[in-house]
């Protein structure tokens, strides 16, 4: 395959050659497992070890049954599959006489990454198929069979070629693609193409020396396995004090929720909440539920702010006398970056997450009320009733597709019912039984309803399992609603595995 790019191609070595000589590393391995090299501009290879420098004009190449993950200096973070090989074209970062650029070249092979600080117009990967420009975001990339695959898992990516292009990723129709030359426009696909459900390398047995990531890059461990998320990058000493953030200065008397995008239904928070100065969501989590001895009296241990994220899909309802259910998203994908602070007395640690975060505050229904209630009572969502936002591996969700169905003994406390996503793998979980079963724990118990799934019954795609957790309360002064979050995860009935790669997560209200 011949392209007319002889002269523009000759302009990029002399580039690539200039920036080699400044010899200024631009990024640094962070874990390497198995053989990996860089090749300069003067064709000297050398071995990559963790703590080994990469600069401008190298190539790096992984063998057979290896892996490597790169930090890059805006904190992106790369992981190169086995056999695959990527050049570094043109990095730069807060260079005094040069603009941010990130331009690399996949040759062979596959990676996954995690977008860094430099912007979305100065980004660019290059590949015989197609060009891949971000949009704030966390993708993969592999070329395979002579064709080329990209999927995203949070965020945005666009695919272009001469024969076209794609959005991919949040607000798209689709989230992986599929090209097959450079004259044919990128395809989108509807489910994840099997490359990205096999093992990354052949053997799994490997674990990262580095602590700075918080895992290797992912290996599945079966065909339905996606490999798990890379770690946050944290905020340097500088910027966490720049950015303090202190709860003294927020009256947490709301309760808030919030769960990660994508898959992992371990990414999931709540507990008590409040505005900050700008009446922006802060939403915390001490460990304990509402139900928990100590939960309004215990420091939080987390704290979730909304920091460069762009706010979108904010929504609210008012159920009067100050019961006002607001919604939203912390959205990622233009390249800013919700906050998660592990010292909430502002102190000391904060790191970025660049994962777009759905959340939800209520002020509950005071227990006062509810032990007056008795009798049954249906709270639902329909395509005219009530309100959900959320997203899915499979595409958006809203009140088309979603559908929550509780009925609620306020006499007993069971709570029975289902949740069901349609077109979107179909999920269908299913709960129903006795609040003091301690297996199924259903129930309300002190405006919590307990939700969770009948592992028997619950199914998404029709065979596999369904993970979930759930943070739902009753709210309005006369319980007129539920109101929370909900994180689906797929898994393996036979084998208990999970798959992450089979997802749903979200945040809804739920009225009688």
Not at 452 to 462: E, F, I, L, N, Y
Request: aromatic content about 8%; hydrophobic content about 35%; overall charge positive.
């Amino acid at each position: 395959m011949k392209y007319a790019i002889h002269i523009s191609t000759i302009l990029f070595l002399l580039c690539v050659t200039s920036a080699w000589a400044d010899n200024i590393p631009v990024g640094v391995t962070i874990f390497v497992s198995g053989q990996a090299s860089a090749t300069s501009p003067d064709q000297s290879t050398r071995t990559l070890k963790r703590s080994a420098k990469i600069y401008n004009g190298d190539t790096l190449t992984t063998h057979k049954g290896s892996i490597l993950q790169i930090r890059f200096i805006d904190g992106a973070i790369v992981a190169l599959r086995e056999d695959s090989i990527l050049k570094i074209g043109d990095y730069e970062y807060k260079s005094p006489t040069k603009k941010e650029n990130s331009a690399l070249s996949l040759l062979k092979g596959g990676f996954r990454t995690i977008s860094g600080k430099i912007g979305k117009q100065n980004y660019k990967v290059s590949t015989n198929m197609a060009t891949i420009g971000i949009r704030g975001t966390h993708y993969e990339a592999i070329l395979n069979d002579g064709k080329l695959y990209v999927g995203v898992w949070r965020g945005g990516v666009k695919v272009t070629n001469d024969g076209g292009q794609i959005n991919l990723g949040l607000g798209a129709a689709y989230n992986f693609a599929k090209v097959t030359n450079f004259q044919t426009s990128p395809m989108g696909l509807a489910k994840p193409p099997a490359i990205f459900l096999t093992p990354t390398i052949a053997n799994s047995n490997h674990t990262p020396p580095d602590k700075t990531v918080q895992k290797p890059h992912p290996v599945a461990e079966s065909r339905n396995s996606i490999p798990a998320l890379l770690g946050p990058t944290p905020l340097t000493t500088a910027e966490a004090v720049k950015a303090r953030r202190n709860l003294t200065n927020i009256t947490l008397n709301r309760l808030g929720v919030l769960t990660y995008s994508g898959a992992d239904v371990a990414n999931f928070y709540g507990g008590t909440s409040g505005y900050d100065s700008n009446g922006n969501p802060v939403i915390t989590d001490n460990g304990l539920g509402p139900n928990d001895a100590g939960f309004y009296s215990t420091p939080p241990k987390v704290a979730y702010w909304q920091g460069t994220a762009n706010p979108i899909g904010k929504g609210s309802v008012d159920y009067t006398n100050g019961y006002i259910v607001n919604w939203g998203i912390w959205d990622t994908s233009s390249g800013g970056s919700s906050i998660r602070q592990s010292d909430p007395t502002g102190s000391t640690f904060e790191a970025n997450v660049n994962r777009n975060l759905y959340w939800l505050t209520m002020l509950p229904t005071p227990a006062s009320t509810l032990n007056a209630l008795s009798g049954t009572a249906t709270y639902s969502t329909s395509a005219s009733k009530g309100y959900v936002i959320g997203g899915s591996s499979n595409g958006a969700i809203n009140r088309s597709n979603f559908t929550f169905t509780a009925n609620t003994n306020f006499s007993t406390g069971v709570v029975s019912g289902s949740l069901t996503i349609a077109n979107i793998d179909n999920w269908n979980v299913i709960f129903n039984g006795d609040p003091n079963n301690a297996t199924n724990g259903k129930g309300l118990v002190n405006g919590v309803l307990d939700v969770t799934p009948d592992k028997a019954a619950s199914t998404v795609q029709s065979v596999y399992g369904v993970k979930s957790k759930f943070g739902i309360v009753v709210t309005g002064g006369s319980a007129q609603a539920v109101a929370g979050a909900f994180d689906l995860e797929a898994y393996n009935k036979s084998t208990n595995a999970s798959i992450p790669g089979v997802h749903a997560e979200g945040v809804f209200v739920a009225e009688q």
